[in-house]
């Protein structure tokens, strides 16, 4: 039986899937990071100090102070293509799409900045998705990223009388999938190397401390895929925590200091790999690769490599299809 004329677009139904990352600046220009750093640090879910309080502080002095410095980061690693983040991350849902067929609706949104999340969701429901899987590229849990980029989404689906179902991408710090990808890209990585490193640093973003004690779940999550990534590679890892802000007491070691250390200590030799990173990003390729080397040669170190993550590499695309597919059992 056809629908009356005047009866709303009849859509064939599909499923879709959401690749979430944290967000990038627009451009790397002073503007473009304090637009960007006033949303993310403006989340309760990043900085959890009453608003009455952090918000003069931010307005005041932050925001007219470190975007300058942070847009000089992002320039130097910023592309032709735009930021690596975005690039990657656009890459990484090209190359889903291409694995899962028509069949799926695959595409990528950012936490903060553009494409935001709520355009995303709008058009995948415009699209006839009546399922979609949201899936933060987070491989350890935290509250600040996985957790405030499901809020965002949830957030969308308030404002929709009809719903689409939906489901999350849970964390996979510990999946053989995730481990073994891992392996495979950091044993290709060194294999192109023209040094053997004596040490191999594992860094993950840093949290402040008191986000363990109140119960999120990522330093341990952290500190068991390094653990089992160890185990895998068959030699022991050295796990450091990076990007601390702020006079908090953060997850130790930090990164800095355990690259000036090794240096001083002897060691020559070192790669540097970022297994909390699903795509590379400022964190990686100037905090770790520029700033990170510069550290450790400067501590007397002499070869330093930094080894990229996953990406949209084979090994990576292999994992991601393999949790994609199991989460969307039943569905397709």
């Known amino acids: 039986m056809k629908p009356d004329a005047d009866h709303p677009p009849i859509l064939k139904p599909r499923i879709g899937v959401l690749l979430i990352n944290l967000g990038t600046p627009a451009a790397p220009t002073t503007k473009a990071v304090r637009d960007y750093l006033g949303e993310f640090l403006s989340d309760k879910r990043v900085v959890e100090i009453p608003a009455i309080v952090w918000q003069p502080l931010l307005r005041g002095v932050i925001l007219n102070t470190r975007p300058q410095k942070s847009a000089a980061a992002y320039a130097e690693v910023w592309t032709d293509q735009g930021s690596p983040l975005a690039v990657y991350s656009r ?14 609706l695959v595409d990528y949104a950012m936490r903060y900045g553009q494409p935001s999340i709520e ?17 933060p590229l987070y491989p350890q849990y935290s509250g600040a990223t ?25 964390a996979y710090h510990d999946d053989p999938a995730h481990i073994d990808a891992l392996k495979r890209n950091i044993e290709h990585a060194i294999a192109s190397l023209d040094f053997e490193p004596q040490e191999i640093v594992t860094s993950f973003h840093g949290m402040p401390l008191r986000t363990l004690h109140l119960g999120d779940p990522y330093h341990c999550q952290c500190r068991k895929t390094a653990r089992l990534l160890s185990e895998a590679m068959g030699r022991e890892l050295v796990v450091s925590f990076q ?21 001083k200590k002897g060691v020559k030799r070192i790669a540097v790999v970022a297994p909390g990173f699903s795509v590379d990003c400022l964190e990686t390729l100037e905090e770790l690769a520029i700033q990170g080397r510069e550290q450790f ?26 949790l994609v597919r199991r989460e969307l059992g039943g569905w397709i």
């Not at 890459?91 to 799926?104: I, N, Y």
């Not at 355009?119 to 899936?135: F, N, Q």
């Not at 990007?243 to 240096?263: H, I, V």
């Not at 040669?297 to 393999?322: Q, R, V």
């Open 243 to 263: 990007s601390r802000f702020g006079r908090a007491k953060w997850l130790e070691p930090a990164t800095d200091a355990t690259l000036e250390a090794l240096g």
């Open 297 to 322: 040669e400067h501590a007397g170190g002499e070869k330093f490599a930094y080894l990229p993550c996953l990406n949209a590499s084979g090994e990576g695309m292999d994992m991601l299809e393999t």
């Open 119 to 135: 355009l995303r969701i709008k058009a995948m429901k415009e699209a006839g998705c009546d399922r979609i899987l949201l899936a």
């Open 146 to 170: 996985t957790g405030t980029a499901n809020d965002k989404a949830f957030e969308v689906l308030q404002a929709m009388r009809w719903q689409p179902a939906i489901r999350t991408l849970p």
């Open 91 to 104: 890459r990484q849902a090209e190359a889903l799409k291409a694995r899962l067929g028509d069949a799926v």
